[in-house]
């Protein structure tokens, strides 16, 4: 089945700096979506991508869909103690009758230190 | 209500004993999700709704488990004789499009604040 894997799995980053978390599908997506959990909460939608080699961009947020439809990115510009969180990328098989099931990576866990 | 509303927030049974846990969509959302979260992971998808419709229940571990929205609105996920290893955050998500548009449009989900689910 359709497996999507995000590295790193961890990131600890000196307020200021720049993170970026990669995602990779073993399968051609349909569109991805990107999702932000802070800590005790619940994931909160941030953005969708449904083009290929798509860029979206969201204040200091830079989302890419790549080319082929199986990869994405978020980077995050000069973060701040508020970007704490955990970012998870979730993609939508682009073969298939289920286009419903989102397949959710495992997570990139971002702390940021003042 | 303004948001997804789930209940309990949290149950505490014995192996073996039955659970039914409530989703409460925000009003006039057509989908419905549900997910387990374990500590440290991504949402699992277990299964989904459009309308009362039941799309995939691919994600479902096993028979013990079961979904229903009979009125496209509410619905429950209830999980049979319950064993330890399904001890996790089980979460319900909605949106208010049709997951069936083959990607096209935006099909943002909304999440609830979970169940945590501890089986002893």
């Known amino acids: 089945g359709q497996q999507v894997m995000q590295i790193p799995q961890y990131q600890h980053v000196q307020e200021g700096e720049d993170f970026t978390t990669y995602c990779n599908s073993s399968t051609t997506l349909s569109n991805i979506q990107w999702y932000k959990q802070r800590p005790g909460g619940h994931p909160v939608f941030l953005i969708q991508l449904v083009k290929s080699g798509e860029v979206k961009k969201q204040k200091r947020l830079t989302f890419q869909f790549g080319e082929a439809k199986k990869n994405s990115s978020l980077h995050i510009t000069a973060t701040q103690t508020t970007d704490v969180g955990t970012y998870f990328c979730?993609?939508?098989?682009?073969?298939?009758?289920?286009?419903?099931?989102?397949?959710f990576g495992q997570g990139t866990i971002l702390t940021v230190h003042p | 209500g303004a948001g997804v509303s789930q209940s309990p927030r949290y149950k505490v049974t014995k192996r073996g004993q039955d659970v039914a846990l409530r989703c409460d969509p925000i009003?006039?959302?057509?989908?419905l999700y549900w997910y387990r979260q374990a500590l440290g992971q991504g949402p699992e998808f277990l299964t989904y709704?459009?309308?009362?419709?039941?799309?995939?229940k691919s994600g479902l571990p096993n028979d013990r488990f079961s979904a229903e929205r009979p009125e496209g609105s509410i619905s429950t996920l209830t999980i049979q004789r319950t064993e330890q290893r399904d001890s996790a955050m089980y979460r319900c998500?909605?949106?208010?499009?049709?997951?069936?548009?083959?990607?096209?449009?935006?099909?943002?989900?909304?999440f609830g604040p979970g169940t945590r689910l501890l089986v002893l």
């Open positions: 709704f459009n309308y009362e419709a039941q799309q995939d």
């Open positions: 009003s006039g959302h057509v989908s």
């Open positions: 979730a993609g939508r098989n682009a073969g298939g009758t289920s286009y419903g099931k989102l397949t």
């Open positions: 998500a909605s949106s208010p499009l049709p997951q069936a548009s083959g990607g096209r449009g935006q099909e943002t989900q909304y």
